[in-house]
């Protein structure tokens, strides 16, 4: 079946910096996109972060857009979520999916995410 081993999140002061992962198993990871999305407290909706196509093209939300940066190594099945400048506002925990296909067309299976909490 599909699973999610996700790390990396951490307690991180106002502007430090984390880098993400998650190791996929359960299907063909080269041939998906993968994708971070992040759900903050008293939040019932999860928020699309980053998405990256199976050929390499990335998406952000606006709101991390030039903070953060995706990445994937196939030969790892890992997908990585480089965050910078870190804000109080991005603390949340932090999920990440394969979509549908190879594009990023949407989500079909998370993991159980990992916490990410920015406070001084």
């Known amino acids: 079946q599909v699973e999610f081993v996700e790390s990396g999140g951490n307690l991180v002061q106002p502007g430090g910096s984390l880098r993400l992962s998650c190791v996929a198993s359960?299907?063909?990871?080269?041939?998906?996109?993968m994708g971070w999305f992040r759900q903050a407290p008293g939040n019932e909706q999860r928020e699309g972060v980053s998405?990256?196509?199976?050929?390499?093209?990335?998406y952000y939300g606006n709101s991390v857009k030039g903070r953060f940066t995706i990445s994937r190594d196939n030969s790892k099945n890992t997908v990585y979520l480089q965050m910078n400048s870190l804000k109080p506002g991005d603390t949340a925990v932090y999920h990440c999916?394969?979509?549908?296909?190879?594009?990023?067309?949407?989500?079909?299976?998370w993991g159980k995410g990992t916490q990410v909490t920015v406070s001084s």
């Open positions: 999916a394969v979509h549908h296909d190879h594009s990023c067309s949407g989500p079909n299976a």
């Open positions: 998405c990256i196509s199976n050929t390499g093209t990335t």
């Open positions: 359960g299907f063909t990871f080269e041939n998906y996109a």
